[in-house]
């Protein structure tokens, strides 16, 4: 059984550039879920999405980023014209249920994002 | 969400029982607790889950007393690969909710040889 997975799990980027992070949710989960830890910080919730939909949004920046979980393929986190502050390690975690009350948020190795 | 209050930072030595507590005395009549453990350069990990009174698992124990308002993870004799945070989260996972996790600043544990 595979767990969640993620890559790249390194990634540099200069500032201006487009970072996209990519995940593999577990097998049978169709809940997807979005986390960036800053350093030194706690994980911070950015986006929770199901197949072909973005469910809760509400912890995603305005501008620049975007989230897709598509029909076939991994979900895709995406940063367009990166800056130093968007340095940080991303988390995806997913689920069987979503909303369920006794539901289990399985967290992949994360991507490491340095932008120069 | 219920927000929670847990020490920052604990420190044991190999072989004791570790218990860190965590507050949360607002806590909702239909929230679940859960604890992950988070190693540096790692994905947290989920340790254990409960609603009230005692869950035990291979890893760990929680105990919820009556009123819910804290809840305590019991690590039974620790070992330096227990060294990592530990965070406690509240919320509702049920239809209401988004499902999304609150993370706060988790309990930083040490445990020297």
């Known amino acids: 059984n595979a767990g969640v997975m993620q890559n790249p799990r390194h990634l540099v980027r200069r500032r201006g550039q487009e970072a996209r992070l990519r995940c593999s949710p577990m097998k049978g989960h169709s809940h997807v879920y979005w986390y960036r830890q800053l350093p030194e910080e706690g994980l911070k919730f950015m986006v929770y999405?199901?197949?072909?939909?973005?469910?809760?949004e509400s912890g995603m920046p305005k501008e620049r980023f975007s989230a897709e979980f598509p029909k076939e393929g991994p979900s895709i986190l995406r940063i367009q014209q990166v800056v130093r502050g968007d340095s940080a390690a991303y988390f995806c975690a997913s689920s069987h249920w979503g909303r369920t009350s006794t539901d289990t948020q399985y967290f992949g190795p994360g991507t490491r994002l340095t932008v120069l | 969400l219920a927000k929670t209050t847990q020490p920052i930072s604990m420190d044991s030595y190999e072989g004791q029982e570790v218990n860190i507590t965590c507050s949360h005395n607002n806590i909702a009549t239909n929230d679940y607790i859960t604890w992950y453990q988070q190693f540096p350069s790692q994905g947290p990990r989920f340790i254990i889950q409960g609603y009230k009174t005692k869950v035990t698992n291979e890893v760990a124990s929680l105990f919820i007393p009556a009123d819910r308002k804290s809840s305590t993870l019991s690590l039974p004799r620790v070992s330096l690969s227990d060294t990592a945070v530990y965070y406690c989260l509240v919320g509702v996972h049920g239809s209401s909710n988004t499902g999304k996790l609150i993370f706060g600043q988790g309990t930083t544990l040490q445990v020297k040889p």
């Open positions: 999405l199901q197949k072909e939909n973005i469910i809760d």
